[in-house]
């Protein structure tokens, strides 16, 4: 009995080339992946930025709803009494609101804030939030300068 020598070899070079085709396009797939998932992630951290500084708009621009809210009212948060001039009263009303309160006006619930006024010298006049950012990996930095009381201030809000 003659066997055939017409068998089919496992390592031909036309398979090693199309394993090689096969890993390289698979390769080139993954990699594709991952640069489409980095660029969505920086441009959802963009877009939560951009949200982040329409919020402190905001609060450095507009009276809030009600115009003369508390704690106990209010439903949108605004701190001035004409654009860039902050009502210190309205600051102080804010610093006494519960924290969840504050990130759902803000809608900025799972994250964490720390915000403050400080005065021309530095001095931080009023806070609110923890200030314990520094290990977060995504941390969102605004900064506002503004007028109260005929003084300089410089409001932060931070989102971690």
């Known amino acids: 009995?003659?066997?055939?020598?017409?068998?089919?070899q496992i390592f031909s070079p036309d398979f090693i080339m199309a394993t090689i085709?096969?890993?390289?396009?698979?390769?080139?797939?993954?990699?594709?992946?991952?640069?489409?998932?980095?660029?969505?992630?920086?441009?959802q951290d963009m877009l939560y930025y951009d949200s982040l500084l329409s919020k402190t708009?905001?609060?450095?621009?507009?009276?809030?709803?009600p115009k003369?809210?508390?704690a106990s009212n209010v439903?949108?948060?605004?701190?001035?009494e004409r654009p860039n001039i902050l009502n210190e009263t309205k600051i102080k009303e804010f610093v006494s609101m519960d924290e969840n309160d504050i990130k759902k006006l803000l809608d900025i619930e799972g994250?964490?804030?720390?915000?403050?006024?400080?005065?021309?010298?530095g001095k931080i006049m009023y806070e609110k939030g923890s200030p314990s950012?520094?290990?977060s990996d995504e941390v969102f930095v605004v900064k506002r300068d503004a007028v109260m009381n005929g003084k300089g201030v410089e409001m932060r809000f931070i989102v971690w």
């Open 1 to 8: 009995m003659k066997l055939s020598s017409n068998k089919a």
């Open 133 to 135: 950012w520094e290990n």
């Open 57 to 65: 708009d905001i609060l450095v621009l507009y009276s809030g709803y």
């Open 21 to 43: 085709i096969f890993l390289f396009i698979l390769v080139t797939l993954q990699v594709n992946n991952y640069m489409i998932r980095e660029k969505i992630a920086e441009q």
């Open 75 to 80: 439903e949108v948060l605004g701190f001035a």
């Open 111 to 121: 994250k964490s804030f720390y915000f403050f006024v400080k005065n021309s010298e």
């Open 68 to 70: 003369y809210w508390d």
